[in-house]
T-cell receptor, first 113, second 114 residues
Framework: GQQLNQSPQSMFIQEGEDVSMNCTSS?????WLWYKQEPGEGPVLLIA?????ELTSNGRLTAQFGITRKDSFLNISASIPSDVGIYFC?????????????FGTGTLLAVQP | DAGVTQSPTHLIKTRGQQVTLRCSPK?????VSWYQQALGQGPQFIFQ???????QRGNFPDRFSGHQFPNYSSELNVNALLLGDSALYLC?????????????FGSGTQLSVL
């Protein structure tokens, strides 16, 4: 099935560092979302983006909807150990018939105290 | 306020068997979607149910079927299980109809096919 390209695949950082990850698609998306998944749990919504160029923050997290509508970026500032998990981007296609989301391949984040 | 609940949490089946997974949506939600998450991958859309009807289906064979009940809960059925069906099956619910992109996910059912 279709999946979005996410990079990097994994990141191993020290507590306090900033983190950047991105997601690209060959298709135009109407909406971009970022989710976090921890072991044994389902994905949890972090940020939703609705307009090209939109920049939205949620605490230490900031995400942007790319102006081409084919990419999105997530930044985490001053990382802490509880940021550990897998981060997924997800997009909703322009003109989609439902709220079907296409997910990225995920970025595994490990934070060393 | 209970979130999305799924049962069972874990399941082991053998090839050729049939399985039924269950999902209760978050209170106030009327739309249920099912996703399959293989190890190391992102979730893949299976199908969505709204008003007790399948609204859209992803690229999954007819062995995968579902149902939504009047109380909005849902079941996912998989027939003739294959080894490749081993995955985490996630249920997601949303409110205000089939177009609301803000999905709330359950913790999933881990299915192992031997």
């Amino acid at each position: 099935g279709q999946q979005l390209n996410q990079s990097p695949q994994s990141m191993f950082i020290q507590e306090g560092e900033d983190v950047s990850m991105n997601c690209t698609s060959s298709s135009i998306f109407n909406t971009w979302l970022w989710y976090k998944q921890e072991p044994g749990e389902g994905p949890v919504l972090l940020i939703a983006l609705y307009k090209a160029g939109e920049l939205t923050s949620n605490g230490r997290l900031t995400a942007q909807f790319g102006i081409t509508r084919k990419d999105s970026f997530l930044n985490i500032s001053a990382s802490i150990p509880s940021d550990v998990g897998i981060y997924f981007c997800a997009g909703q296609l322009l003109g989609g018939a439902t709220n079907k989301l296409i997910f990225g391949t995920g970025t595994l984040l490990a934070v060393q105290p | 306020d209970a979130g999305v609940t799924q049962s069972p949490t874990h399941l082991i089946k053998t090839r050729g068997q049939q399985v039924t997974l269950r999902c209760s949506p978050k209170s106030g939600h009327d739309t249920v979607s099912w996703y399959q998450q293989a190890l190391g991958q992102g979730p893949q859309f299976i199908f969505q149910y709204y008003e007790e009807e399948e609204r859209q289906r992803g690229n999954f064979p007819d062995r995968f079927s579902g149902h939504q009940f009047p109380n909005y809960s849902s079941e996912l059925n998989v027939n003739a299980l294959l080894l490749g069906d081993s995955a985490l099956y996630l249920c997601a619910s949303s409110s205000l109809g089939p177009f609301n992109e803000k999905l709330f996910f359950g913790s999933g059912t881990q299915l192992s096919v031997l």
